[in-house]
């Protein structure tokens, strides 16, 4: 399967401005995106659901349930042919489509039999992506179902359209190019990685030093170890993954996460104690319950959080508190939170 952008015209040069403009290329996996794949696999019946964003070489998938795709090359790009087509996209059986048939993720690794897509459109009209469902199983959709994507892709389309209140992520993604972003993301978990998560660490105390509450969160997986030495690495990356879905899930859009070490995130938030406490516990419970697939263990963690009290609080200084408490808690009793002030 191959994609000629020369099909698009004069028109794709709008759509790759439109989609620039969005400054969401290369950039960390969001809840807000996450709720609504895992809605649309769930309300549709699909194994796999996405959000993506079709640039001019490749597929960035913003979103994903059920799969762990980052980028896809366009020619590969399911999204590409519903952007071009400018309207729902059905594929009921990938292998009776001659555009399908021979594509890499039909023949190979998931096996996508059956696809369905929405094109999203933004400022004028642009199509700037899709909204999914795939599947490995050749099936149809009724006309209830289309109707249930398109109404969930409205919802995507507000959100890709929303601005919220700037923070120094959003100044980050839109000084950075696309090489540099992708450098930013740690591309298993979907979150920043260190050196990105550690820069805005700096700004973050910088901008409590003016008296801004802050607490940072070291968040430790307990048996990562062992579940990697017990049923392999794959089984490990899982359990990553769904432990930053977790994160992702228990803070607000504002707050900062990033994958600190091979099991532990680091997590900025502009609160106090008391709130950084509740937000612990609750990333700490969701793990707990969560069923992870393919992980035939419970997988827990450990939370240390350290609130700056004073006005000059450093990346280090929070870093060595949280680090202190969490390293008592795994001695102690893991699957819990300990909190310090600075």
């Not at 399967?1 to 020369?6: E, K, L």
């Not at 190019?177 to 700004?203: F, K, P």
């Not at 049923?231 to 803070?251: N, P």
């Not at 990033?258 to 502009?270: A, H, K």
Request: aromatic residues 4%; hydrophobic residues 40%; contains cysteine.
């Amino acid at each position: 399967m191959t994609i000629d952008n020369a099909f698009f015209g004069l028109g794709e040069v709008q759509r790759l401005r439109d989609m620039r403009a969005l400054d969401l290329l290369y950039t960390p996996a969001e809840e807000r995106f996450d709720r609504i794949t895992r809605l649309a696999a769930r309300v549709l019946h699909s194994s796999m659901a996405q959000i993506t964003i079709v640039a001019e070489e490749s597929e960035w998938i913003k979103s994903s349930f059920g799969g762990a795709w980052g980028e896809i090359p366009r020619e590969q790009s399911f999204g590409s042919h519903t952007v071009r087509e400018h309207h729902t996209l059905v594929v009921a059986d990938t292998m009776e489509e001659e555009r399908f048939a021979d594509n890499p993720l039909v023949t190979g690794k998931p096996g996508i039999r059956f696809y369905a897509g929405q094109p999203l459109h933004v400022g004028a009209g642009s199509a700037v992506g899709a909204l999914c469902v795939l599947d490995t199983l050749p099936r149809q959709l009724g006309h209830s179902e289309l109707e249930t994507l398109q109404d969930l892709a409205v919802i995507v389309e507000r959100e890709l359209n929303r601005r919220g209140q700037s923070s120094f992520q959003d100044t980050l993604i839109r000084n950075r190019d696309a090489q540099a972003r992708r450098g930013s993301i740690d591309e298993l978990t979907r979150t920043w990685n260190r050196a990105a998560v550690m820069e805005l660490a700096h700004l973050e105390c910088a901008a409590a030093s003016m008296g801004t509450p802050l607490s940072l969160l070291l968040i430790d997986i307990d048996n990562l170890s062992m579940v990697n030495e017990t049923f392999g690495m794959q089984t490990g990356d899982v359990v990553l993954r769904e432990v930053a879905a977790c994160i992702r899930r228990s803070v607000r859009e504002s707050d900062i996460c990033g994958r600190y070490g091979n099991g532990t995130f680091l997590v900025m938030l502009r609160a106090g104690i008391v709130d950084s406490r509740l937000v612990a516990e609750r990333v700490r419970e969701m793990v707990e319950r969560q069923v992870m697939p393919g992980v035939p263990m419970q997988v827990t963690v450990s939370v240390g959080v350290a609130c700056a009290k004073s006005k000059s609080p450093t990346p280090a200084s929070l870093i060595s508190a949280a680090d202190k408490m969490l390293r008592d808690i795994k001695e102690n009793s893991p699957n819990s939170v300990e909190t310090a002030l600075l």
